[in-house]
């Protein structure tokens, strides 16, 4: 992967406590859909020049909320490659989704046509996520029915990832 460009997210460390992320990811159990506050805060932590070059925008309006949530600062956008696909790697330093630690978001975005492959990255074992993320899954599903999203969940290198595609041409949805 290259790195196209890193900049900043601005974070508040001084989170009272650790900071619930179920209505930012509230579209994860609404047939896949982006949230509202989750689409809006992807679409400028995240944006597309339409030349094909993705980058990190400073601060990326973490919502005010959250802001204890993301550590690390330091964030790149990397192309992946042979695809039009960028991809984000979003640090989680205290935040949990659906009472689950979560160390991690990550967002990748198409230049070509409609996509928003977005993904919670959990600490805990896969038999807890599946357990608590049942009726997260069933809804989504039944949500989703036969359109162009998918969710699933799964382990890869060793951490527990809740998946949610939602394609589609570059004309979006009506």
Known sequence: MTVLSATALSANSAAAA????????????????????????????????????????????????????????GLTVQREKASDLARLVVPVADGTYKGLRVVALELRRSTGYFLADDTVVFAEPEATVREKLAPVLRR????????????????????VRLRCLDKDDAAGRP
């Open 18 to 73: 650790p900071a619930v992320l179920d209505a930012f990811l509230i579209g994860f159990e609404d047939g896949c859909r982006e949230g509202h506050d989750f689409g809006l805060w992807a679409d400028t932590v995240m944006t597309n020049d339409k030349a094909g070059r993705w980058t990190v925008t400073a601060g990326g309006e973490v919502p005010p909320e959250l802001a204890g949530a993301f550590g690390r600062p």
């Open 140 to 159: 989504a599903r039944k949500l989703i029915g036969k359109g162009p999203a998918t969710i699933d969940l799964k382990t890869e290198n060793g951490r």
